[in-house]
């Protein structure tokens, strides 16, 4: 635990990318394959399952610390970080010089959640008395589910790509999907798998960034591909082998959620992969997003869930061809190989839609349409130039997303609570709302992003000022400032107190020209909502 503490510790205290880069390569070139192979698992966010209760840890590190359970709480509200709130509690008392191996306390935790709580305690509690400080904290961010390291997993495949001597796309590769250190070492993850054995795992996902420049800065029209930006959930669909798997973007493995994707084992050659979006789709066109989360919680889908919730794959590109990994060629040369696949009469065409090229003339026609996008049932265009490989992350260049304006509705601050980490001592977490027919006030968002560090400052001091009722961590303040919230999308919802649900709310300006009783009504809210249901 100490070489990988001071491996986090090198990696928080600089903010440049080559440091954090060479304390990566100095600690897996003097480190072994089984310590390398758990490390890389966290630094690229593969982290144990959480093993036990939050309120259980702040029970026991109280006891511990020997102060009552308020205290321990208030101390947390103003830390801001229970693992580090934790290791500040604790009294230094080093029982034991010896150092713990991550892997084997990674293996141990992986297994409490099978044990009873007088067990976990006993461990867990084992563990602070026998950690130093910075040990402590790095522990407890493992048992909390909330292990965050300041490196992208970008950053580590060029770390890697270093050790290894290996190419930073092949080593991207290898890190995809689900896999878990105890069964794998540095050979078996990273060299070239033998045919058959790592038939599961999916490419890296190539993104976009969104356009920060007029389009007409791209050049001439006709070198790219135009698509609609879709709304659903990024995916790859892979057959080898006999085996149909399903992956989204954020890794997860959802091929047993999407039975719709069964029949594509017969109906794929072997050795294919596809790049696109799942989404809904009835009648010829997209359902709302939020007919998707009808299904995804769901740990049985009815035959009822399918027919209301029935879901294709709008597909984007293809990735691997009869085996082979064609990511390297144009996207003209990959675009041409996918429309020949999907025209082809299989039973694949009722899951499988290839994605609309749309035909403009010129970027004007492209902003018009980008304007109204919500019309067609999408949120913006997408911008790929047809020369373009297949990349890995998010890079700048080839592939652009254009999204359409956020909707919005100005809101009044009712609810601030304090943040986390740096920001734990500021109330930077706040809840806004609408005016009812009754003329009083209903929660309809929550958001914390979207002020400068001085408007944050400055909001802070008014809330200390203005606060009239506490609630634990939770202030309630004078109805007064109010504020445009965007969002990217709104949908009724019987579990919010305003009767909808907003979709990636995010402040967009403090309405310093606004009073409190000239904020939107929920009936504002409830026409976006008629409207985008039309």
């Known amino acids: 635990m100490k070489r990988f503490t001071r491996l986090f510790t090198a990696i928080d205290q600089t903010t440049k990318t080559n440091e954090k880069i060479a304390a990566i390569v100095s600690y897996l070139a003097d480190s072994s ?5 758990y490390a890389i698992a966290l630094l690229i966010g593969n982290r144990p399952r959480r093993p036990v ?8 590190a109280a006891e511990a610390a020997g102060i009552p359970d308020w205290l321990f709480e208030e101390s947390y509200h103003i830390v801001g970080d229970l693992a580090e709130a934790i290791s500040l509690v604790l009294p230094p008392n080093p029982l034991s010089k010896n150092d713990y191996r991550l892997p084997d306390v990674i293996d141990e935790l992986s297994t409490l959640l099978k044990q009873s709580d007088g067990r976990k305690r006993g461990i867990i509690t084992g563990y602070w008395q026998h950690l130093d400080k910075d040990a402590r904290f ?9 292990f965050r390291i300041g490196v992208s997993r970008q950053l580590v495949i060029k770390a890697l790509s270093i050790h290894l001597g290996m190419q930073e796309a092949a080593v991207a590769h290898r890190l995809m999907g689900k896999w878990v250190p105890a069964e794998e070492t540095m050979m078996s993850l990273f060299s070239e798998p033998a045919s058959g054995t790592r038939d599961f795992q999916p490419y890296p996902f190539y993104l ?4 920060d420049a007029p389009p007409e800065s791209l050049g001439d029209i006709n070198d790219w591909y135009i698509e609609k930006k879709l709304d659903g959930i990024r995916g790859q669909i892979i057959v080898r082998n006999g085996q149909l798997f399903v992956w989204s973007r954020g890794e997860d493995l959802l091929t047993d959620k999407f039975p719709e994707f069964a029949q594509l084992t017969a109906s794929l050659p072997g050795g294919t992969v596809i790049d696109g979006e799942i989404i809904p789709w009835q009648d010829g066109r997209p359902l709302p997003f939020q007919v998707m989360q009808t299904r995804i919680g769901r740990k049985n889908l ?7 919730a029935p879901l294709v794959m709008v597909c984007y590109d293809l990735l691997e061809w009869k085996g082979k990994d064609i990511r390297e ?3 003209s040369y990959r675009r041409d190989l996918l429309e020949a696949l999907l025209s082809a009469p299989t039973d694949a065409q009722n899951v499988l839609l290839l994605s609309e090229i749309m035909p403009f003339n010129n970027w004007a026609e492209v902003a018009v349409f980008r304007q109204q996008a919500r019309d067609f049932n999408c949120e913006g265009v997408m911008l790929k130039r047809r020369d373009s490989s297949y990349g890995s992350g998010r890079r700048k260049g080839n592939w652009w997303k254009w999204k359409t304006d956020p909707l919005t509705a100005d809101g009044v601050l009712i609810y601030a609570q304090s943040g986390h980490g740096r920001r734990a001592n500021l109330y930077t977490d706040y809840t806004f709302a609408v005016w009812d027919e009754a003329g009083t006030l209903v929660p309809f968002a929550k958001a914390y992003s979207g002020l400068t560090d001085h408007e944050i400052t400055e909001l802070d001091a008014w809330i200390k000022r203005n606060t009239t009722e506490r609630f634990g961590p939770v202030r309630s303040v004078t109805p007064h400032h109010v504020f445009e ?3 990217e999308g709104i949908q009724q919802s019987t579990r919010h107190k305003s009767g909808v649900a907003l979709r990636f709310p995010r402040i967009l300006r ?5 009073k409190a009783d000239e904020a939107n009504t929920k009936a504002d809210l409830l026409q976006l909502i008629d409207a985008a249901n039309r």
């Open 510 to 514: 403090w309405r310093r020209d606004k």
């Open 208 to 211: 976009a960034y969104q356009l």
């Open 485 to 487: 919230i965007a969002f």
């Open 53 to 60: 209760r939050t309120s259980d840890l702040k029970a026991w």
């Open 138 to 146: 790095i522990f407890t961010k493992l048992i909390t589910g909330n």
């Open 302 to 308: 009815s035959q009822k869930a399918l027919q209301e």
């Open 329 to 331: 060629m144009p996207m």
């Open 33 to 37: 394959d089984r310590h390398n192979l």
